[in-house]
């Protein structure tokens, strides 16, 4: 067992203006958490609510995704995730949430 850091990801399915994000920019993300955490799982599609600060309910539809990270690059590895959604989806924010775990990988 190895001390590592359970990471899932929410990644919206559409743009800020409602169009939705080809499957190659999908293809580009899951290549990008293969080469960062050596592989991941997709648990499918989810709907999310959030309330903006000017008040108002926002509806986001996201594709949940869950790595596996060690505990000793995982802060950084969660950065890049990060920084990759904002950049690559165009997104303001993201959702990275980091659990720490005991795992049988690596």
Same mark, same amino acid.
């Given at each position: 067992?190895?001390?590592? /850091?359970? @990471? *899932?990801? !929410?990644? %919206? @399915? ?5 169009? %939705?994000?080809?499957?190659? $920019?999908? *293809? =580009?993300? *899951?290549?990008? !958490?293969? &080469? !960062? ?7 499918? *599609? +989810? &709907?999310?609510?959030?309330?903006? %600060? ?9 594709? #949940?995704? /869950? +790595?596996?990270? &060690?505990? =000793?690059? $995982?802060?950084?590895? $969660?950065?890049?995730? &990060? ?9 303001? $924010? #993201?959702? +990275?949430?980091?659990? %720490?775990?005991?795992? @049988? +990988?690596?």
């Amino acid at each position: 067992m190895r001390n590592t /850091v359970h @990471t *899932e990801v !929410l990644v %919206p @399915t559409h743009d800020n203006s409602g169009y %939705p994000f080809s499957d190659v $920019a999908i *293809e =580009r993300f *899951e290549q990008f !958490l293969l &080469d !960062l955490a050596g592989g991941f799982s997709r648990r499918g *599609e +989810v &709907d999310g609510f959030w309330r903006s %600060p000017d008040g108002v309910t926002m509806r986001d539809h996201s594709r #949940s995704y /869950v +790595v596996t990270l &060690d505990e =000793r690059n $995982a802060e950084e590895g $969660a950065s890049q995730i &990060d920084e990759y959604i904002q950049r690559h989806f165009n997104q303001l $924010a #993201s959702f +990275v949430e980091l659990t %720490p775990t005991r795992a @049988t +990988v690596f």
